[in-house]
Nanobody
Framework: QVQLVESGGGLVQPGGSLRLSCAAS????????MGWYRQAPGKQRELVATVTSGGITNYADSVKGRFTISRDNAKNTVDLQMNSLKPEDTAVYYC???????????????WGKGTLVTVSS
């Protein structure tokens, strides 16, 4: 049905920058919010940033001022610009999209398979 594909992960030096991208494809009626979550080794998945179709953003306190989320509604993509990266940002980053279901009152979450970001010297 719907597929989310992330790209842009990799190894980066502390203080460096990285840009993650996510593209949604398939049977898409309408997307509510899109966002990025991450899971560090030994920890649960946590919210990093989200953005609604109207452009309202929300960030985890740990990334405010360093990360910027943006989306292109026409292309069904969402990006995460990560600056001033720290070792504690090391995690698998997952793309998320909350989609409206046609002829339904329900919405559904879709997830990408994740992309690894490693911040290390």
């Amino acid at each position: 049905q719907v597929q989310l594909v992330e790209s842009g992960g990799g190894l980066v030096q502390p203080g460096g920058s990285l840009r993650l991208s996510c593209a949604a494809s398939g049977s898409i009626f309408s997307i509510n919010a899109m966002g990025w979550y991450r899971q560090a080794p030994g920890k649960q998945r946590e919210l990093v940033a989200t953005v609604t179709s109207g452009g309202i953003t929300n960030y985890a306190d740990s990334v405010k001022g360093r990360f910027t989320i943006s989306r292109d509604n026409a292309k069904n993509t969402v990006d995460l610009q990560m600056n001033s990266l720290k070792p504690e940002d090391t995690a698998v980053y997952y793309c998320n999209a909350n989609l409206k279901q046609p002829l339904s009152l329900y919405a559904r979450n879709y997830w990408g398979k994740g992309t690894l970001v490693t911040v290390s010297s």
